[in-house]
């Protein structure tokens, strides 16, 4: 086979070709540990807290550090990985998620936890766009491929649905510490076996990094997050917080006027001009606000209000994981015969129910009635809503751009979901009032679980006006708006949205070497799939 123009020659330098299932095991170990890092700190919250002495603010940043700087610096990651090899930027990334992980379990003071789980973040963002692509790289299309990404994506949902479960494992066995400490042997491993089996590939367009858009939208988050926080502190006539809050607009438009102007922007302002991404962006980015608040909140719930240890804390929330996966391996059925546009409605309808349900919490709840089923039907919307978000918004764009219009939505939920955990662990403070018995904690997580859920109904009427309406297909027609555009290769079977050809888009300049999303809100990047 004959080398691609645009490929890195030490793809095909005459050495021999790593066996498939090394490839698959190295990238999908990586993947593994950036997902389970979004979930499996939830359960050790109450831990940290009273080890490091963290104020409420502080525990939500262990979460928000970790998120902002991944959101933030996804797109930048993808994009290096483009231009400077994807084995090498999967590498560094790996190595500065694992050192990370080191600091943070060594952490001693709260500060220290705080900057080790946002480098542990700016890894993670170096890292996940790169995994995708050296699977693609390294498996050829047809079935063989489609195989391999299903096995990606079923490991990041794994690691997703796993973090409460291995949080409370490691918290109650051995200390809150060994969440962050267990990835560094794991780390090791895998950047051995990476080192060894992976090969690289890189797209040589010409294009350049964006760092200035990329630490503006990174650094506007952050301060536009922490002004949130101070709001529930000083107020919001108080002048640091208000200070905060217009910093952190500033950078943001400071963000959008780079982008503006930029040769090569970070993020193309250009395709929000298409109806079908704009929308489907703003409805992730609330939905992403709600989600995530749910296992911070409920962790948190089940700890200090019901006494639930880390182990059983993680334990109650597994049936919640497994609602997302359901929702989200149902919801392409449901496309099939209703269309992306009304699962995407049904979704959150049935989220914004499930919030309804869990703000009727008691201090003195069950497991059945306070945990069990609000949480399985609040999960089963998500993993309804995510995949047809995803669909809408690649469908409707330039088919050069659908890696970069996947990394776009993917960066929307996890944008949406660090503002939101700021906004709802305000408004929960706010009704807690520093009070620390079981009823006044329950009702300060009850008024934030009643806000998520105003915020899913404001989505819902969102996507009700705004999502574009589905052509119906026809026996006859070709893809429409209801669903991504299948390969070539595969029309004669099921449509099938894999991952752009890594060299074919880097000539391209269009792709930012993100996964494609399709995944829930709390698993991080998943392939789309039909």
Not at 295 to 317: D, E, H, I, K
Not at 492 to 509: F, I, K, V
Request: net charge positive.
């Amino acid at each position: 086979m004959a080398d691609h123009p645009l490929t890195d020659p030490a793809r095909t330098a005459g050495r021999r070709t790593p066996p498939t299932w090394a490839v698959l095991l190295a990238v999908c170990a990586g993947q593994f540990l950036v997902v389970l890092d979004v979930s499996v700190v939830n359960v050790a919250l109450p831990s940290m807290r009273e080890d490091l002495a963290l104020s409420a603010t502080g525990l939500q940043w262990v979460v928000n550090a970790y998120s902002i700087a991944f959101a933030g610096f996804m797109l930048f990651g993808g994009r290096a990985g483009d231009l400077f090899g994807r084995k090498r930027m999967f590498l560094v990334g790996l190595a500065v998620f694992t050192a990370a992980s080191l600091a943070g379990g060594a952490a001693q003071e709260g500060w220290q936890l705080l900057a080790a789980r946002a480098v542990q973040g700016l890894g993670a963002a170096v890292l996940s766009p790169s995994t995708l692509t050296l699977l693609t790289s390294a498996v050829p299309e047809g079935p063989a491929r489609a195989r391999a990404i299903g096995t990606w994506s079923a490991v990041g949902a794994g690691g997703g649905a796993a973090g409460g479960l291995v949080g409370g494992v490691l918290t109650d066995g051995l200390s809150w510490r060994w969440v962050l400490l267990i990835n560094v042997p794991i780390g090791i491993a895998v950047l051995a076996a990476a080192a060894r089996w992976l090969t690289e590939s890189r797209a040589t367009s010409g294009r350049r990094l964006d760092l200035p858009g990329a630490v503006l939208v990174t650094a506007g988050l952050a301060v536009l997050a922490y002004g949130i926080a101070e709001t529930e502190a000083r107020g919001w006539d108080a002048p640091g917080t208000l200070v905060a809050l217009a910093a952190g607009v500033l950078l943001i438009l400071g963000f959008l006027l780079v982008e503006a102007r930029s040769r090569f922007p970070l993020m193309p302002l250009k395709l929000f001009r298409v109806r079908s991404v704009s929308a489907a962006n703003a409805v992730m980015v609330i939905s992403g606000a709600a989600m995530m608040g749910m296992w911070f909140f409920m962790t948190l719930y089940a700890q200090n209000v019901l006494g639930y240890s880390p182990l059983l804390a993680g334990l109650a929330l597994i049936p919640s994981s497994l609602s997302v996966v359901s929702g989200a391996k149902l919801a392409p059925v449901l496309m099939r015969s209703l269309g992306a546009r009304p699962v995407v409605l049904l979704g959150v309808a049935v989220a914004a129910a499930g919030f309804a349900w869990q703000s009727a919490m008691r201090a003195d709840g069950t497991y059945f009635g306070d945990i069990l089923g609000p949480g399985i039907v609040m999960m089963a919307g998500a993993g309804l809503s995510g995949t047809p978000l995803a669909s809408l918004a690649v469908s409707g764009a330039d088919p050069r751009d659908a890696g970069l219009v996947s990394g776009l939505i993917n960066t929307s939920r996890t944008m949406g979901g660090a503002l939101g955990l700021a906004i709802l662990s305000t408004v929960a403070a706010s009704a807690t009032a520093g009070a620390t018995d079981p009823e006044g904690l329950t009702d300060g997580y009850a008024l934030a679980f009643r806000t998520a859920a105003l915020m899913l109904t404001g989505g819902f009427l969102l996507g009700l006006f705004w999502l574009p309406r589905e052509r119906r297909r026809t026996p006859d027609a070709g893809p429409t708006a209801s669903g991504p555009r299948p390969n070539r290769d595969d029309a004669d079977g099921p449509p099938t949205r894999s991952a752009p050809d890594p060299d074919s888009t880097g000539a391209r300049g269009d792709s930012p070497g993100a996964a494609p999303v399709g995944g829930t809100p709390e698993e991080g990047p998943g392939p789309l799939t039909r």
